[in-house]
Every structure is written in structure tokens, then in C-alpha cells.
């Protein structure tokens, strides 16, 4: 028996019969690619791979580090997609920016009174560029649709056979700095500058990083000044980006700045009606408003309920009736939320608040730590089973009247103020959408 096959047998031990049979035993280990550090599974369907990734793999990961003393990261890939990743990756290695997404056009794009500014904006910019708004700042929520609409306007843009690039900050910055490690620098100013329309995805975390916001400033002006179309997205407005030059936050408000609020209930609704259209999946109107009430505001979050009622129904062999649809959704919300740690939260809160995770951990008592502090250390309250004396020790605090102290705080805060309650209800958004 291999390590992989001895691991399974473990977790045999601590899961429920069902589970063990209906997701675990179809897992295949590979000894040839397994390595010391990675622990490569193969599932024979996405059902199963999600399900396990999910639920199992922090589990797994586990298991090896007690039973092996191996430190793995655990992988599960598709059976059938191991050739397909390799072709994927090697596509991925010739465009240094990320390709527009087809189906996200205008047309797929619901509209309603959450979102309908922003849309009427990216619009417009798409009719008239370079001309109207300049840049066109776009900001809002997690799975709110800003990537969709900024990407709806690319589409129009190649279609008419401009060249468009779309990238998001994150490999913006890795291409530049493969640029200046292989010494081609003048390659990357002339590639970004001479797009037509340069389209630039989660502007935030060009937060703190001096360098490339340097080369950022001169890119946009370069395009800027010869009246190329550029957009842009972030979680917030510019003027709230924290470590964000001043010269780079006034061009950015500059053109225009328009916001996307969470979506009201008949715009869920119709988000679930177009999507249910597009995958083929028949949901009665009952199902369609129960599933439009549970889910707050993460559209991302609707799409991942609709494709897994449908794999179960198909998998399962049943009707989607809301009984059905009500189980999915409850499993849902519970993986969303099994898998997080105090780790996990608190590198979010830090990455969130532009503060390292150790300084959350710290007895640091600098007016941000402190507020940072508090927001962690209620989130892993609220999304974790530890109870106040294992926060205590974890966040460094005497014992667990200090802890009670803090979530007082909290909940005092969120019901006077409703900026702060938003706050909360995004970093809840972002913490389980990450997971
Ligand atoms: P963001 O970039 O704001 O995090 P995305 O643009 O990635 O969000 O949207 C998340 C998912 O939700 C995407 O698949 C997108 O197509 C879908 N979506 C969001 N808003 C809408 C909408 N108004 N109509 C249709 N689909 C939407
Ligand atoms: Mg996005």
C-alpha cells in the first residue's frame, strides 16, 4: 500500500461512512509525481474534486504531516485534465496578460438599480473611448461585477479589432518585474503603450508598492496623453486606497468614479433567471427567490449554488425541488466557512487593513492595530468554532473576558454605523469567497 492509499484509510477513520464512499474512495494517489512536498490525488469528476477540495484537503494535509512527518501540499487534479492543464499553462506562459472572458458581455449583464451607474458608464465608454471619461475608475464588493462589466467593454473594443489588454495589478507587477530581471524594460513600456485600451483589474493592491506604482503613473500618462481608453476596478474608491500616491489617486478620480452596491433582490433574480438560462437549468420561481434571499450580495456566490444543485441533481438522479435546493445551500454555506482558520482570517483582515499578520498578533496598541485587532479576532469568532479562551491564546490576550470585551466592541460598533457594518459584511464576503 502506498502513502497516499495509507492517508485515505486514516481519514476513513474520522469521516462519516457516506462520505468516505461517496467522495474519498474514488481518489487515485500518484507515487510517481508526488514528491516530498506535494501530495498529487486524482478525482474523477469536478463534483467529487470540489467537494474534497473543500472539505477534505486541510484534513488530508494533515494526516500526512502526523502519520508521514511530511509537510505536502495536497493536490487534486481531474483525471482528465492533467494534459489539458499542461497545454493551459503553456498558453498562460505566451499571453504575460490574461484573456477576455466571451461571456461576459453587456448582454449578460443584468442591470438594476445596485448597479445601473456603473453599467450606463462602462457603456458608454465602450461607444465613445478615449473620449468621455478617461480614466473610468470602477469600484465596489467582491462578486459584484466589476471584472464582468470592464471586461464587456474589452470585448466590444476587440471585436472591432483594437488591441485591448486586460491584467490585473498582480501580474501587471510580475510581468514588470520579469522585464527588469531579464533587463528588457523598454519591451514592457512598449508593450503596455501601445494598446488601444488598456483595462487594469483590483487597482487596491497597488497599495504600499512604491516601485510599481511608479512605472504605473508613467504607463497612464503615456496612454492617457495620446487618449487611449483605460478602466479600471478596486474595492473601493481611490480616495480610500490606503499607501497610494497622491498623484496616482487624483488621476484616478480624475475621469470618472463610479460605485456598484450590492445587488437588490429583483436584480438577483434576474442574475439567477439569465444564468439558469445560459447553463440550461430549469429552477422553479420559489427556488429562484429563496436561493436570491439566502445569498446576500456575492454574485460569484449564486453562480457556485447553481452549478452544484445541477451536478447533484445530475449525479443524484432527483429533482431540484426547494427542499432539495434548501440542503445544498445549507451544505454550501457550511463548506464555504469549514475551512477557515484563524491563519486564514487574520492574513485576510491584514492584507485587507495594509498591516503585516504578525503586527494583528502583537501586543502592538497603535490605534490601527487595535482596530484591526478587533475586527480579526471577531470574524474568527463569528466564522470559527474556537471558543473565547483558544482566541485568547491565539491573539495573544490575557484570557477570555478580554476577548468578550472586544466583540462587544464590535457588535456596538456595527449596529451605530453603517459604514463599519458594511465593512464587516465585505471582509466576511471576501474571507469565505477566498476559501
Ligand atoms: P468582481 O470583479 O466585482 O469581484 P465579477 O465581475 O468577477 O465580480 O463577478 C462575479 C460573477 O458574477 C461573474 O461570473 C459575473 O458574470 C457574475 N455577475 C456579477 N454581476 C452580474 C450581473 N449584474 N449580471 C450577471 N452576472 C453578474
Ligand atoms: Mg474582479
Not at 73 to 99: D, F, G, R
Not at 197 to 223: P, R
Not at 410 to 424: A, G, R, Y
Amino acid at each position: 500500500m502506498n502513502i497516499g492509499q495509507k492517508i485515505l484509510l486514516l481519514l476513513k477513520e474520522e469521516i462519516p461512512e457516506i462520505e468516505y464512499n461517496r467522495y474519498i474512495k474514488h481518489l487515485v494517489y500518484d507515487t510517481k509525481k508526488s514528491t516530498s512536498d506535494t501530495a498529487l490525488f486524482y478525482a474523477p469528476n469536478s463534483l467529487v474534486l470540489n467537494w474534497i477540495k473543500n472539505k477534505y484537503s486541510a484534513k488530508i494535509k494533515h494526516l500526512f504531516e502526523v502519520h508521514d512527518s511530511s509537510n505536502v501540499t495536497v493536490k487534486i487534479l481531474l483525471k482528465n485534465q492533467i494534459e489539458s492543464k499542461k497545454t493551459e499553462q503553456k498558453k498562460e506562459q505566451k499571453h504575460q496578460h490574461s484573456l477576455l472572458n466571451p461571456s461576459h458581455t453587456f448582454e449578460n449583464f443584468m442591470v438594476g438599480g445596485s448597479n445601473q451607474f456603473a453599467y450606463a458608464a462602462v457603456k458608454s465608454v465602450s461607444e465613445k473611448p478615449g473620449i468621455l471619461y478617461n480614466p473610468l475608475f470602477i469600484h465596489g464588493g467582491v462578486g459584484l461585477g466589476k471584472t464582468h462589466l470592464m471586461q464587456a467593454a474589452g470585448n466590444v473594443f476587440q471585436n472591432q479589432g483594437k488591441i485591448v489588454i486586460y491584467t490585473t495589478v498582480e501580474q501587471f507587477l510580475n510581468d514588470f518585474i520579469r522585464h527588469v530581471r531579464n533587463k528588457t524594460m523598454e519591451r514592457f513600456q512598449e508593450k503596455y503603450r501601445k494598446c488601444d485600451v488598456l483595462l487594469i483589474d483590483d487597482i487596491q493592491f497597488l497599495s504600499n508598492k512604491e516601485g510599481i506604482q511608479e512605472e504605473f503613473f508613467h504607463t497612464f500618462e503615456a496612454l492617457k496623453g495620446v487618449g487611449k481608453q483605460i478602466i479600471l476596478t478596486a474595492d473601493k474608491h481611490p480616495k480610500k486606497i490606503a499607501g497610494l500616491e497622491k498623484r496616482l489617486q487624483s488621476r484616478f478620480e480624475h475621469g470618472l468614479v463610479a460605485d456598484i452596491q450590492p445587488p437588490e433582490l429583483e436584480t438577483k433574480i434576474a442574475i439567477i433567471e439569465n444564468k439558469c438560462k445560459i447553463n440550461k437549468v430549469v429552477l422553479t420561481k420559489d427556488i429562484i427567490s429563496y436561493i436570491a434571499t439566502v445569498i446576500e450580495s456575492n454574485v460569484r456566490e449564486i453562480e457556485g449554488i447553481l452549478s452544484k444543485l445541477h451536478a447533484y441533481s445530475q449525479l443524484m438522479h432527483v429533482d431540484i425541488d426547494l427542499q432539495f435546493t434548501k440542503s445544498v445551500l445549507k451544505d454550501q454555506l457550511q463548506e464555504n466557512r469549514a475551512n477557515l482558520t484563524l491563519d486564514i482570517i487574520t492574513q485576510n483582515v491584514a492584507k485587507d487593513l495594509n498591516i503585516k499578520p504578525s503586527e494583528i498578533r502583537s501586543k502592538g496598541r497603535s490605534k490601527n492595530l487595535v482596530y484591526a485587532r478587533r475586527i480579526a479576532i471577531y470574524l474568527c469568532r463569528d466564522l470559527t468554532q474556537n471558543t473565547m479562551p483558544q482566541l485568547a491564546q491565539y491573539f495573544g490576550m490575557k484570557d477570555h473576558t478580554a476577548i468578550s470585551h472586544t466583540l462587544k466592541k464590535i457588535n456596538e460598533l456595527i449596529q451605530n454605523d453603517e459604514d463599519f457594518k458594511v465593512k464587516i459584511q465585505e471582509l466576511t464576503n471576501k474571507i469565505t469567497s477566498s476559501s
